[in-house]
């Protein structure tokens, strides 16, 4: 099996994050090519659901930026990475008072200090909350990820202080400007494509990867094929092997008609 895997933020989804009949049958007219096809986000379990179903997704997805591999099937995580509760308080401890902070574990998603992006960002991801004064009150074994939102001059900042500060003891990453997330050291988008690959029992060479932010690079890198969309971060561009004009999934849609003319020439060496 060759196997598909693209992000959804940015590349799958259009302007309104919906995945519209366009994209649903572009992923069709993939299948009909012998690819597998499976989401690569930093969404969690919530937030990236209906987009599973909607796209009748059958394939193991990987959400929290590589954090989880998550079966669609039994709704439960076939792989899963949580935060080292020592890290974890230190990023908390560490945090501004000017951007809200929140804690993903398993079951819930507790915030702190709400400024005015975050409403935005929780209607963009679908996702709810439980508002918390400190996090005393919450278990911290189990944490998934923790994420900052904020305008992106603070975050621009937050970005650089945290890469720096949490050398070593947990990865950083970038995938929306007004998004900074803390996840487990060395997880990520890449890490998490070659579990699934094992999983699969899917060659790396054997596989697509498509994404457009910063937290796709590793992932990019890693598949056999790395493409990026059209408006894709300009360091992601210079990280893959193809980068296509169409933004968003027009971008899938030009990767689509590649694939279909070199399918042909192959065919019409025979």
């Known amino acids: 099996m060759k196997l598909l895997v693209t992000d959804l933020d940015g590349t799958l989804l259009d302007e309104?994050?919906?995945?519209?009949?366009?994209?649903?049958?572009?992923?069709k007219e993939f299948e009909?090519?012998?690819?597998?096809?499976?989401?690569?986000?930093?969404?969690?379990?919530?937030?990236?659901?209906?987009?599973?179903?909607?796209?009748?997704?059958?394939?193991?997805?990987?959400?929290?930026?590589?954090?989880?591999?998550?079966?669609?099937?039994?709704?439960?995580?076939?792989?899963?990475?949580?935060?080292?509760?020592?890290?974890?308080?230190?990023?908390?401890?560490?945090?501004?008072?000017?951007?809200?902070?929140?804690?993903?574990?398993?079951?819930?998603?507790?915030?702190?200090?709400?400024?005015?992006?975050?409403?935005?960002?929780?209607?963009?991801?679908?996702?709810?909350?439980?508002?918390v004064d400190n996090f005393r009150e919450v278990d911290m074994r189990g944490v998934i990820k923790v994420l900052f939102v904020g305008s992106q001059k603070r975050l621009d900042e937050l970005f650089e202080f945290l890469s720096l500060n949490l050398r070593g003891k947990a990865s950083v990453v970038r995938s929306e400007p007004d998004?900074?997330?803390?996840?487990?050291?060395?997880?990520?988008?890449?890490?998490?494509?070659?579990?699934?690959?094992?999983?699969?029992?899917?060659?790396?060479s054997d596989v697509i990867a498509v994404g457009d932010s910063m937290n796709d690079i590793e992932m990019l890198r890693t598949a056999g094929l790395g493409v990026a969309v059209g408006n894709a971060w300009e360091d992601v561009k210079k990280s893959v092997d193809v980068v296509v004009k169409g933004e968003r999934y027009k971008g899938l849609q030009e990767l689509l008609q590649m694939i279909k003319r070199s399918v042909l020439n192959e065919k019409s060496k025979i």
């Open 16 to 27: 309104e994050h919906k995945i519209n009949d366009e994209a649903l049958l572009l992923l």
């Open 32 to 131: 009909s090519l012998g690819y597998g096809i499976t989401f690569a986000t930093g969404r969690s379990v919530p937030a990236a659901l209906f987009y599973i179903k909607h796209a009748g997704i059958k394939l193991p997805v990987i959400l929290f930026n590589g954090c989880m591999i998550f079966d669609p099937l039994t709704l439960k995580p076939l792989k899963l990475y949580t935060m080292e509760p020592y890290v974890l308080m230190k990023v908390i401890e560490e945090a501004p008072k000017d951007v809200s902070i929140l804690v993903f574990s398993r079951k819930d998603i507790y915030a702190l200090n709400p400024v005015k992006n975050l409403d935005g960002y929780l209607q963009r991801d679908g996702i709810a909350c439980k508002f």
């Open 179 to 204: 998004l900074v997330e803390i996840l487990p050291l060395g997880v990520n988008k890449g890490t998490g494509l070659m579990e699934l690959s094992k999983l699969l029992n899917v060659k790396l």
